[in-house]
């Protein structure tokens, strides 16, 4: 029977458009406008200080939602079915040796392109080299894992137990300083395109290797096992090379001026998803030397990738970071009094309100801060948009979203009790470290490596940002890097936040 076109009119097809653009728009507002609302809200009304740049703040911050829009639709229709393609194919057709090279080569860009000016302004070029071929072995050996159907539980366990004895060697033969510092290393990962190629091609192997769908194994847990690895990496490199490695030279890991300055650069970016783009149509067609299945759709999905990548570090750097800058400045004026300079003449600001009052205030705002920016990171997006469509929407999209987003606000909190109370960082890190292992053993292996990559991702950029300039604010005032440790805080207590909610919920709730 000879198929018919449907013919949609003009008219028709704007309409359908624009329902399907709001409908997105709307999705998308949801998740930017609490942390907006939130950081607006401080700086008007508890701060009480205007904002600078306010008009070109607030443009570059709108770029954020249709950024998203084009980000995460052209992930979803050309990314990830273009590189999970590539890798099913591969594996497939038993072209063992391009599927090892294009895996290491795609480790060691992981970090040569995200970190490589960043880490070289902190350690050693041996450091930077020794790291990018560890993470090249361990994103290689994630996908292995799923050739040879290992036990992601059994990994992750024997990891966090190296984790806690390494933190405990470096708790009381080194110093804090150095075990917040080696902590924060497990953000190996912040572009949110490089959470998308990982799971893809994880996720192309399980195409071939398993008979029928396996939502726990469907690329799932690669992610945290590199960003663990990395973490006992820099552990390993402190201890070894302790006396190279100073607390003068990590203090400048507070600054967002070196944070930012490449982590969040457009070109760099922008560069960087173009290359991965490029190396996988490499893969493509040169080395398979087979064309894309629905090549419009894929080819329209990679240019909005490109785009929604540039919007969304664009409104990230102009906005976003302007944002938190002002709010963060002047967060310290809750509790003493800081120096404003305008115009040759030094004023004094705050404190605004009583110590008490100011505390409570202070750990109210980072809790919600860190749930807040958890629930907008566009990793997160991916990794349950992923989650939906492998499980033919059996598993919740959004399940583990706000669980984790409770675990990152509550390490953002004890990030700010330890500024004020002065704790020990090791009895704070201790106790989410603890929770993980003992857990761990007695969770549901369905849901166990798709929650942790929830909790891997959650600390991405827009988090990042924000601690940044935390770390900045509080730096003015007390002059050393109070908040350093503040991101591993985030992602522990964000992982036990996970595990401790799996544990209590059996499966019937999360299906």
């Known amino acids: ?54 008009f070109s703040t607030i443009l570059y911050l709108a770029l ?27 594996v497939k057709e038993n072209r063992t040796t391009p599927f090892i090279g294009s895996i290491f080569i795609f480790g060691l860009t992981i970090v040569m392109f995200e970190h490589y000016k960043y880490l070289s302004t902190i350690l050693s070029n041996s450091y930077i080299l020794l790291l990018a071929l560890t993470v090249s072995l361990i994103t290689l050996y994630g996908m292995l894992r799923f050739l040879f159907h290992m036990s992601f539980r059994k990994i992750i366990q024997k990891l966090f137990i190296i984790i806690l004895l390494l933190s405990v060697i470096i708790e009381f033969t080194i110093n804090d300083v150095h075990l917040a510092y080696s902590l924060d290393s497990v953000n190996i990962i912040i572009n949110p ?24 194994r469907s690329g799932f847990g690669t992610i945290t096992i590199i960003s663990l690895s990395v973490l006992i990496f820099t552990q390993l490199y402190i201890i070894v090379f302790s006396t190279f490695v100073s607390i003068q030279e990590i203090e400048p890991l507070s600054s967002v001026a070196n944070t930012l300055d490449f982590i969040y650069s457009v070109e760099i970016n922008v560069f960087m ?12 067609f040169v080395v398979i030397k087979k064309p894309l299945m629905h090549n419009r759709d894929m080819l329209i999905g990679l240019i909005f990738v490109i785009f929604g990548t540039f919007l969304l570090f664009l409104g990230l750097k102009n906005g976003l970071a302007i944002l938190a800058r002002d709010v963060f400045f002047f967060l310290p004026s809750l509790i003493s009094q800081i ?6 003449i030094t004023i004094g600001y705050g404190p605004l309100y009583s110590k008490g009052t100011g505390d409570v205030i202070i750990v109210l705002f980072l ?13 997160l997006s991916i990794i349950a948009s992923h989650t939906s469509n492998v499980s033919i929407g059996s598993f ?13 606000g509550a390490g953002a909190a004890m990030g700010a009790l330890k500024f004020i109370y002065d704790l020990n960082y090791f009895t704070l890190i201790i106790m989410p470290l603890l929770v993980i292992i003992v857990l761990l053993p007695r969770i549901d292996r369905r849901v166990l490596a798709i929650g942790m990559d929830y909790a891997t991702v959650a600390v991405g950029p827009i988090s990042i940002i924000l601690i940044a300039s935390l770390m900045q604010g509080f730096q003015i005032k007390t002059d050393n890097p109070t908040f350093l440790g503040v991101l591993a805080l985030c992602w522990m207590y964000g992982y036990s936040s996970v595990l401790i909610f799996s544990y209590f919920s059996n499966r019937g709730k999360y299906e």
């Open 1 to 54: 029977m000879k198929q018919r076109k449907l013919r949609i009119g003009f008219h028709s097809a704007v309409a359908i458009l624009i329902s399907y653009l709001l409908r997105k728009a709307r999705v998308q507002l949801q998740t930017i406008l609490p942390i907006l609302f939130l950081m607006s809200v401080f700086q008007f009304f508890v701060i009480q200080y205007p904002l600078h740049e306010r």
């Open 64 to 90: 954020l939602v249709p950024a998203m829009i084009f980000l995460l639709e052209g992930v979803k229709l050309g990314l990830m079915p273009v590189v999970e393609e590539v890798s099913a194919t591969l």
């Open 193 to 216: 395109i490089v959470y998308a190629m990982l799971l893809s091609f994880g996720h192309g192997v399980t195409r071939v290797t398993l008979n029928s769908v396996h939502i726990n």
């Open 273 to 284: 998803v173009v290359a991965y783009i490029l190396y996988v149509l490499f893969l493509q």
């Open 339 to 344: 120096d404003i300079y305008t115009q040759d």
């Open 367 to 379: 809790y919600f801060l860190g749930y807040s920016a958890t629930i907008a990171e566009p990793g």
């Open 396 to 408: 919740k999209k959004n399940l583990f979203t706000h669980i984790v987003a409770i675990g990152v």
